[in-house]
Nanobody
Framework: QVQLVESGGGLVQAGGSLRLSCAAS????????MGWYRQAPGNERELVAG???????NYADSVKGRFTISRDNAKNTVYLQMNSLKPEDTGVYYC??????????????WGQGTQVTVSS
């Protein structure tokens, strides 16, 4: 069973930085990709950043130039470095991993979420 455990959330002032970590229970090579999503109160969950098994990355327009997603294969961990944080970055951040199976069926796995609060 896949387990994803996030850490690193907290309260920070606008302009500050946080680094989120997502530790997987097994090898992250087994996933086609991993990413970070966030959900603010009253909003839908949205993709913030993703990284493929090959290392390609993609970001939401709102975080480009401020956030960086990376992976440490030896530690089975994915990180999200968040700089120049803004109050609108506030939300619960979820780690996601996915596999593509037969018939292109997608299997999603989620962590429990970590709260990020940015004060103005």
């Amino acid at each position: 069973q896949v387990q994803l455990v996030e850490s690193g959330g907290g309260l920070v002032q606008a302009g500050g930085s946080l680094r989120l970590s997502c530790a997987a229970s097994g090898s992250i090579f087994s996933f086609n990709g991993m990413g970070w999503y966030r959900q603010a109160p009253g909003n839908e969950r949205e993709l913030v950043a993703g990284i493929s098994s090959g290392g390609s990355t993609n970001y939401a327009d709102s975080v480009k130039g401020r956030f960086t997603i990376s992976r440490d294969n030896a530690k089975n961990t994915v990180y999200l470095q968040m700089n120049s944080l803004k109050p609108e970055d506030t939300g619960v951040y979820y780690c996601n991993a996915y596999r593509i199976g037969v018939w292109d069926r997608k299997y999603d796995y989620w962590g429990q979420g970590t709260q990020v609060t940015v004060s103005s």
